[in-house]
């Protein structure tokens, strides 16, 4: 641009800071997404008429309208304009909104600047008609001069123009009363045409030289006589003479750039550098990239790493930009508040100390112990005390921790009454546009930095896409590597660098956005990337050529302590085996820390029980099961820790598991603590009420127990199950006759353990059930004496009528859809009736003359094979999907020569189909 054009940009920019710049928008913006220009519109109405040598377009249009119609005229013009669509706001709508002119007035009649108002956070009154005038409350408006498509009242024919007064005479005053008080800026027309020279003939005829200063930016060369003509009319013509014609999109994009209140200077020195970044000195700390967004050094400097900012010109630069000026200032900024290691030829400190906000520091410590309430009630203590004391970036971080933090404790009941905004307003957005229309040049930086990367979750957008490109460079990486290749990059301590950026800048600015799915979806991420490093370490080399650079043999504290409260652990599984990984090798000081955790929770959920603290034990018990842990002594203490309550069933379950992973690695003198856990586990299961879901969800996991018990009942038989609560019980049943029926309560505890229990309980429940037996059958608990049948414990051989016609009475019963049952009484009755038959409690004859077998066919697979002799393909993979070992199948299944001749040419067809691999 020449000296001329580059005054204009000043004043311009002075009247975007002074809020006072309207921006009028032509056909020419909206060309760029790929709508026609008003030419092209014309053109389509000349070439119907044959009217070529026509070069009013007024007339034009004026002639298709009188020929054809209104319904026709409209139908033509929307077969034009919304012929597409995938039409969209294209990056010229992003700049005007960025620049936030006061007003903006369009004259085009598609919705794309509304789309792009819908999406952002900038809010303006729509005005399409006169009647819109009335109810518009906004101190800023977007201005449809020429009307709307949909309300099929645009001006576009010559009598529209005629009677322009007449039909918009409520729009057309409000504009000259805009355009008498505020600067005008014209981009997207031509100086040709008419509708630009109409919007002129408005501000030259009413106001003359009182008008302020209009401006008209166009990317095509002008020439000196016409743009001389413009100015002593009062429009300055902006244009850039090296704009080719397939550019002038881009043109228009970069000239709008330029138009930004704190973006126009190019700094020289490190003064004029610490000017255009010091406002961000509010913040105790600032992510790199956003530090060079604000310095305005364009194509001068790049980040070549996200730590290391150079100077393009190195030679010429380094030795005369920190001479005089404050350096000081700006290095004491760069060493304290960034995590740059290297800043235009400064080495930075290496080990940077963060502070936190102090201000907001007590609020959000709060907020970390879930203290939810109270966190809120202290923010917006904090942001009226801020507000007061003009401390406005402490009061917009403030008042965005209230209304954010209240996504947490919707969930505790509801919220208390908060204190008022020392404002009297509750929509912080009416605040910041306050503050940036009458605020110093600092404030006004400030807000619109908070709008940009806090209030619309900027900051994290931004990271959350380069940790997806990272992580897309990991997996070309590792794909690479498995297939012999070579790779030398950067990528794992770049990802670890911006996770630990986005962290700190979190933590250390009290940002209260840990609950938000945008900030786990990167936690995701950022471990999906760590995973693929830790997976390179567990390659074998494809060659002696082959190797990377993205390798971690284990993961340290540093790589997943602030992993585990975020992710999504229910992804592990899937993660594990997309990359054949089966544990994670860790640091012990990682096992040491997740151990301190668990413990911790456990302990604060005994003393008071908290939700979000129970949530909180079930994600560390679950991520330490995907660890490799070689001692089972940690896991017993903390299995002894553990509240058994309604909240932690799946945490005991969880503890169980890995144990029991870990069976062979139990040492003989490690299973009295063992047992003992055990045992205290279950005495308190046993004191729930029967009819508590809390005992119901803990028997369903009594097959973890079982597991564990007969390992150390094989080595160590004095070592049984005997809960304290249990002797007692059982004898207090035996000798007190009111008190026999109880004995049902204990069912699924006797059918898991009895083969575990002493031998002196083991009489005890002997006599108990040789007393129930004798029972009046309306007293008798059927259910309980078919179970203790069925386990061979005890025989209830003068029930054996009743137990078979309470199977028969379950084959019989009829589950329908609508009426569901789990588990289906038919499926029990025939497990029932395969494991009587197994065991020799009935004969074949007895329950055939009960049972009609050909109705019982598919229900299941083992009787199916068993009892009726169905050999198929169907039932022999149903057998193999429910016990997931072949080996084991033919072992009960191919006792004769047929049956495992049968079973072994069915695996062979499988395999030959592709269906099966063989594993060693």
Request: hydrophobic share 35%; net charge negative; with cysteine.
């Given at each position: 641009?020449n000296?001329?054009?580059n005054?204009?940009?000043?004043?311009?920019?002075?009247?975007?800071?002074?809020?006072?710049?309207?921006?009028?928008?032509?056909a020419g913006?909206s060309k760029?997404?790929?709508l026609?220009?008003?030419s092209?519109l014309?053109n389509v109405f000349?070439?119907?008429?044959?009217?070529?040598?026509e070069d009013d377009?007024?007339?034009?249009?004026?002639?298709?309208?009188?020929?054809?119609?209104?319904?026709?005229?409209?139908q033509?013009?929307q077969?034009?304009l919304?012929?597409?669509?995938?039409?969209?706001?294209?990056?010229?709508?992003?700049?005007?909104?960025?620049?936030?002119?006061?007003?903006?007035?369009?004259?085009n009649?598609?919705s794309?600047i509304e789309?792009k108002?819908?999406s952002?956070i900038?809010?303006?009154?729509?005005?399409?008609q006169?009647?819109?005038?009335?109810?518009a409350?906004?101190?800023?408006?977007?201005?449809?001069m020429?009307?709307?498509?949909?309300?099929?009242?645009?001006v576009l024919?010559?009598?529209?123009?005629l009677d322009?007064?007449?039909?918009?005479?409520?729009?057309s005053?409000l504009?000259?009363?805009?355009?008498m008080?505020n600067?005008?800026?014209?981009?997207?027309?031509?100086l040709?045409?008419?509708t630009?020279n109409?919007?002129?003939r408005?501000i030259q005829?009413?106001?003359?030289?009182?008008?302020?200063?209009a401006y008209?930016y166009?990317?095509?060369r002008?020439n000196s006589?016409?743009?001389?003509y413009?100015?002593?009319k009062?429009i300055?013509?902006?244009s850039?003479?090296?704009?080719?014609?397939?550019?002038?999109?881009?043109?228009t994009?970069?000239?709008l750039?330029?138009?930004?209140?704190?973006?126009?200077?190019?700094?020289k020195s490190s003064?004029?550098?610490?000017d255009?970044?010091n406002?961000?000195?509010?913040?105790?700390?600032v992510q790199t990239t956003?530090?060079?967004?604000?310095?305005?050094?364009?194509?001068?400097?790049?980040?070549?790493?996200p730590?290391?900012l150079?100077?393009?010109?190195?030679?010429n630069e380094d030795s005369?930009?920190?001479?005089?000026g404050?350096?000081d200032?700006l290095?004491k900024?760069?060493?304290?508040?960034?995590f740059f290691?290297s800043?235009?030829?400064?080495?930075?400190?290496?080990d940077?100390?963060?502070?936190?906000n102090q201000?907001l520091?007590?609020?959000?410590?709060?907020?970390?112990?879930?203290k939810?309430?109270?966190?809120?009630?202290k923010f917006?203590e904090?942001a009226?005390?801020?507000?007061?004391?003009?401390?406005?970036w402490?009061?917009?971080?403030?008042e965005f921790?209230?209304?954010?933090?209240?996504?947490?404790?919707?969930?505790?009941?509801t919220?208390?009454?908060l204190?008022?905004?020392?404002?009297?307003?509750?929509?912080?957005?009416?605040?910041?546009?306050s503050?940036?229309n009458n605020?110093?040049e600092?404030t006004k930086?400030?807000c619109?930095?908070?709008q940009?990367?806090?209030?619309n979750?900027?900051f994290?957008?931004?990271?959350?896409?380069?940790?997806?490109?990272?992580?897309d460079?990991l997996?070309?990486?590792r794909?690479?590597?498995k297939?012999g290749?070579?790779s030398?990059?950067s990528?794992l301590p770049?990802?670890?660098f911006?996770?630990?950026?986005?962290?700190t800048?979190?933590?250390?600015?009290?940002?209260?956005v840990?609950?938000y799915?945008?900030f786990k979806?990167?936690?995701n991420?950022?471990?999906e990337c760590?995973?693929?490093a830790?997976?390179?370490s567990?390659?074998?080399a494809k060659?002696?050529?082959?190797e990377t650079?993205?390798?971690?043999k284990?993961?340290?504290?540093?790589d997943?302590?602030n992993?585990i409260?975020?992710?999504?652990i229910?992804?592990?599984?899937?993660?594990f085996?997309s990359y054949g990984?089966k544990d994670?090798?860790v640091?012990?000081?990682?096992?040491?820390y997740i151990?301190?955790k668990?413990?911790?929770?456990?302990?604060?959920?005994h003393d008071?029980?908290?939700q979000?603290?129970?949530?909180?034990l079930?994600?560390?018990i679950?991520f330490?099961?995907y660890l490799?842990?070689?001692s089972?002594?940690?896991?017993v203490?903390l299995?002894?820790?553990?509240p058994?309550n309604?909240?932690?069933?799946?945490?005991?379950?969880?503890?169980l598991?890995?144990?029991?992973?870990l069976?062979?690695?139990i040492?003989?003198?490690?299973?009295v603590?063992?047992?003992?856990?055990?045992?205290?586990?279950?005495?308190?299961?046993?004191?729930?009420?029967?009819t508590s879901?809390?005992?119901?969800?803990?028997?369903?996991?009594?097959f973890?127990?079982?597991?564990?018990?007969d390992?150390?009942?094989?080595?160590?038989?004095?070592?049984?199950?005997k809960?304290?609560?249990?002797?007692?019980?059982?004898?207090?049943i035996n000798?007190v006759?009111e008190e026999?029926?109880?004995?049902?309560?204990y069912?699924?505890?006797i059918v898991?353990?009895?083969e575990?229990l002493s031998?002196k309980q083991?009489?005890?429940l002997?006599?108990?059930?040789t007393k129930?037996e004798?029972?009046?059958e309306n007293?008798l608990?059927?259910?309980?004496?078919?179970?203790?049948?069925?386990h061979k414990?005890?025989?209830?051989?003068?029930?054996?009528d009743?137990i078979?016609?309470?199977?028969?009475e379950?084959?019989?019963?009829n589950?329908?859809p609508?009426?569901?049952i789990i588990?289906?009484?038919k499926?029990?009755?025939?497990?029932?009736?395969f494991?009587f038959?197994q065991n020799g409690?009935?004969?074949?004859?007895?329950v055939?003359?009960?049972v009609?077998?050909?109705?019982?066919k598919?229900v299941?697979?083992?009787?199916?094979?068993?009892?009726l002799?169905?050999?198929s393909?169907?039932?022999?993979?149903?057998?193999v999907e429910?016990y997931?070992d072949?080996?084991?199948v033919?072992?009960?299944?191919?006792?004769t020569?047929?049956?495992?001749?049968?079973l072994?040419?069915?695996?062979?067809d499988?395999a030959m189909?592709?269906k099966?691999?063989?594993?060693?």
């Open positions: 641009m000296s001329t054009s005054m204009a940009l000043k004043h311009i920019n002075e009247a975007a800071r002074n809020n006072s710049l309207i921006l009028f928008v032509g913006v760029n997404s790929g026609p220009s008003w092209e014309i000349k070439e119907e008429m044959d009217l070529q040598d377009y007024l007339k034009v249009a004026q002639y298709y309208y009188d020929s054809v119609g209104q319904q026709k005229y409209f033509k013009i077969e034009v919304q012929n597409d669509i995938n039409i969209n706001p294209n990056e010229i709508h992003n700049q005007i909104l960025r620049i936030r002119p006061r007003h903006i007035i369009t004259t009649y598609d794309l789309d108002i819908d952002s900038e809010k303006y009154e729509v005005i399409k006169d009647s819109d005038i009335p109810y409350q906004s101190g800023r408006y977007l201005i449809k020429h009307g709307d498509l949909a309300l099929k009242n645009i024919k010559e009598d529209d123009y322009y007064e007449k039909n918009f005479f409520m729009v005053t504009i000259k009363s805009l355009i008080n600067t005008v800026l014209f981009i997207g027309y031509s040709n045409d008419s630009f109409s919007i002129f408005i005829d009413s106001f003359g030289e009182n008008a302020k200063k008209f166009t990317a095509d002008q006589a016409k743009e001389e413009y100015k002593h009062g300055t013509v902006i850039d003479e090296t704009t080719s014609s397939d550019c002038l999109g881009e043109a994009i970069d000239f750039k330029n138009i930004l209140s704190f973006e126009n200077v190019i700094p003064t004029e550098l610490w255009n970044v406002f961000l000195d509010n913040l105790p700390f956003d530090v060079v967004s604000v310095s305005n050094l364009k194509s001068k400097a790049l980040l070549y790493r730590d290391l150079s100077w393009t010109d190195k030679e005369k930009f920190f001479k005089k404050n350096e200032k290095i900024f760069i060493d304290e508040k960034t290691h800043f235009l030829g400064y080495q930075s400190k290496e940077v100390n963060v502070l936190k201000v520091h007590d609020a959000y410590e709060l907020y970390l112990n879930h939810y309430e109270e966190a809120r009630l917006r904090i009226n005390y801020s507000f007061k004391n003009k401390d406005y402490n009061y917009l971080l403030a921790n209230v209304n954010h933090i209240g996504v947490f404790s919707s969930f505790e009941g919220l208390q009454a204190p008022e905004p020392i404002t009297g307003i509750n929509d912080p957005n009416k605040i910041i546009e503050l940036k605020g110093n600092r930086k400030l619109q930095f908070f940009d990367n806090i209030e979750f900027g994290i957008t931004k990271k959350f896409s380069k940790m997806n490109r990272l992580l460079k997996r070309n990486e794909n690479n590597y297939e290749g070579i030398w990059n990528n770049l990802a670890k911006e996770f630990q950026e986005l962290l800048f979190i933590t250390a600015n009290c940002i209260t840990f609950q799915r945008k979806d990167v936690v991420r950022y471990f760590l995973l693929i830790y997976d390179n567990q390659q074998k060659n002696d050529f082959s650079s993205s390798i971690m284990r993961f340290q504290l540093d997943i302590k992993i409260p975020y992710m999504d229910k992804n592990i599984p899937a993660l085996e990984i994670l090798e640091d012990d000081d990682v096992l040491e151990f301190t668990i413990s911790s929770l456990s302990k604060e959920i008071n029980y908290d979000d603290k129970n949530s909180q079930k994600i560390y679950k330490l099961s490799k842990i070689e089972v002594n940690k896991i203490d299995l002894k820790e553990i058994i309604f909240h932690t069933h799946g945490d005991v379950a969880n503890l598991r890995i144990i029991v992973n069976k062979d690695k040492s003989e003198d490690q299973y603590d063992l047992v003992a856990a055990l045992n205290d586990i279950l005495n308190q299961i046993l004191l729930f009420e029967d879901a809390t005992k119901e969800f803990y028997e369903k996991k009594y973890l127990y079982v597991q564990l018990i390992l150390v009942f094989k080595k160590s038989p004095e070592l049984i199950v809960p304290e609560s249990l002797q007692k019980s059982l004898e207090l000798y006759p026999l029926t109880e004995i049902t309560r069912e699924n505890f898991n353990f009895y575990y031998t083991q009489k005890l002997q006599q108990i059930f129930y004798k029972v009046n007293e608990n059927i259910g309980f004496v078919t179970e203790i049948a069925i414990i005890y025989g209830f051989n003068s029930k054996k009743i078979l016609g309470f199977v028969v379950k084959l019989n019963s589950n329908e609508l009426a569901r588990p289906n009484p499926e029990e009755g025939v497990r029932m009736l494991n038959i409690y009935f004969t074949l004859e007895q055939k003359s009960k009609d077998f050909d109705d019982l598919g299941l697979p083992e009787f199916d094979w068993k009892f002799n169905i050999y393909d169907e039932v022999i993979f149903k057998l429910k997931n072949f080996n084991w033919k072992k009960f299944y191919g006792k020569d047929e049956e495992a001749k049968i072994d040419e069915w695996l062979i499988q189909k592709g099966i691999e063989f594993k060693e």
